[in-house]
């Protein structure tokens, strides 16, 4: 069927067109007077991602979109929770009223009770609606505008209180628990720095750095002593055996510092020169067999014997020097074998200092950590409201929400045009009617001899004219 077959059928069957309309319209409108009128009312609710009570910087930190859709999305989740509906339920004592105990009670379960019965039958009619900002709003609808407007409040109240619980709750539950392992933890801290005392008493550590390097310098002036003390032994050894060999040779007394030094030896070596000049003189004169020539003789030979006592003294001075001298090397040597044998040790010591140190380091740390945890949820534990703020609280409304008279009149008018239409499409295809010469050529299958224009009255002259039927071919039916 093509448009304009269509529009000569409508045409034609206009009146059961308009009556399927007006039917259509008519029991929409009853309907619509009929059915029990409800009542929305809306609460909105603004989310903010930061909490000015928190001092945690992560939570406060800022998120990315994607984060905080996923967080608005979880709110609207906490909202249509059964935990908030029951709440809801609590706070306004529905399940103490007659009427819904009744109901319950018509409806004859057995399991379940009547707050879980009562918060499904809120959620039923909450609605969550969001967009792109931190804005929620919260619908109820209810057979009375008072009862829309205080369960949208309701549950606006209900979601808050319990984003606060589950905000506080744990963190106060966390608080307890950081609590005690505070005292676990400060009684390891104390262990841990008892351990290290008691170390440092038992080895006189002070500190694990400056008392090795103490120990280090004490071990190189130690070494240093030794240098001198083995330079000067080798000193008084030579000065030794040349004092030694001066006892037998009187010219290298000249050489010793010791000599030089003493007044008895530079006295009697001048004794000695004077005797030994006289000598000469003697012997000259008189020869060796006078007696004057003897005595000087003896008295030379006195002399000699009285340096060589004088230089006996400074060989056994020098000698106990370089024995003092060796002894002192001595003694250093095993002070230096002790000092190396006490860094060893001390470097032992140094290194069970540094664990022990890294343990009391450790445990410190970890109560220190533990105890800024434990005051940020301690203060989280302690807030008081909530990152959620009512932003307009739901009012009582002044038209009922359900049935839409307006919606279901101009439904009804589409409703029934095409009713109407299906109508007159379905009656024209059980009874073909041919109105126009397009019918004959949609649907019959019989030739065309001819067409017959509009009657007009004869012409009372007898004239033909225009638009007037004329004498037809004989045969022309």
């Not at 939570?59 to 984060?67: D, H, I, K, R």
């Not at 020869?287 to 020539?293: K, R, V």
């Not at 001298?325 to 044998?341: F, G, K, L, P």
């Amino acid at each position: 069927m093509n448009a304009a077959l269509f529009w000569s059928a409508l045409r034609a069957r206009r009146a059961i067109f308009l009556a399927v309309l007006a039917v259509t319209v008519v029991v929409a409108t009853a309907v619509s007077l009929v059915l029990p009128k409800s009542y929305r009312s809306t609460a909105s609710l603004v989310l903010d991602r930061r909490n000015e009570q928190s001092i945690d910087q992560a939570f406060n930190a800022l998120v990315s979109p994607n984060e905080r859709l996923g967080y608005i999305q979880t709110q609207v989740d906490v909202i249509t929770s059964p935990k908030v509906a029951r709440r809801v339920v609590e706070e306004h004592d529905l399940a103490a009223r007659p009427e819904s105990q009744e109901e319950f009670a018509a409806r004859g379960e057995e399991h379940g009770s009547i707050e879980e019965w009562l918060a499904e039958g809120l959620l039923e009619d909450l609605d969550v609606e969001t967009s792109q900002s931190s804005v929620i709003d919260l619908s109820f609808v209810a057979a009375t505008p008072t009862g829309a407007a205080e369960m949208a409040n309701g549950f606006a109240k209900a979601y808050m209180d319990t984003t606060l619980e589950l905000q506080v709750e744990p963190a106060r539950r966390a608080a307890e628990w950081f609590d005690d392992q505070l005292q676990t933890l400060r009684a390891d801290l104390e262990r841990a720095q008892a351990t290290l005392n008691d170390y440092q008493r038992s080895r006189g550590i002070v500190s694990a750095e400056g008392d090795f390097d103490i120990e280090q310098e004490h071990l190189a002036d130690l070494s240093e002593q030794l240098l001198r003390a083995q330079e000067r032994t080798m000193i008084l050894r030579d000065r030794e055996g040349q004092a030694r060999a001066a006892m037998h040779d009187e010219s290298l007394l000249e050489q010793l510092p010791e000599v030089e030094a003493s007044e008895q030896i530079g006295r009697l070596k001048g004794d000695l020169l004077e005797g030994e000049a006289q000598l000469e003189v003697l012997a000259t004169q008189y020869g060796s067999n006078y007696p004057a020539y003897r005595r000087q003789v003896a008295e030379n030979t006195a002399r000699r014997q009285r340096i060589a006592a004088e230089m006996a003294k400074i060989v056994g001075s020098l000698e106990a020097q370089r024995r003092e001298s060796e002894r002192r090397e001595v003694e250093i040597e095993r002070a230096i074998e002790a000092q190396r044998a006490l860094l060893l040790e001390s470097e032992e010591g140094r290194d069970q200092l540094a664990i022990l140190a890294g343990d009391v380091k450790t445990a410190q740390s970890a109560y220190e950590t533990a105890m800024q945890r434990y005051v940020v949820t301690q203060v989280d534990g302690r807030a008081s409201q909530t990152n959620v703020a009512l932003l307009s609280a739901a009012v009582v409304p002044t038209r009922a929400y359900r049935p839409n008279l307006r919606l279901n009149v101009a439904l009804s008018l589409v409703v029934g045009v095409l009713l109407g239409i299906g109508v007159v499409i379905a009656m024209e295809l059980a009874d073909r009617r041919v109105r126009t010469m397009a019918d004959l050529d949609w649907g019959a299958e019989v030739p065309l001899l001819g067409t017959l224009g509009a009657w007009r009255p004869p012409d009372p002259l007898g004239l033909p004219g225009p638009g007037r039927a004329t004498e037809q071919p004989e045969g022309a039916r």
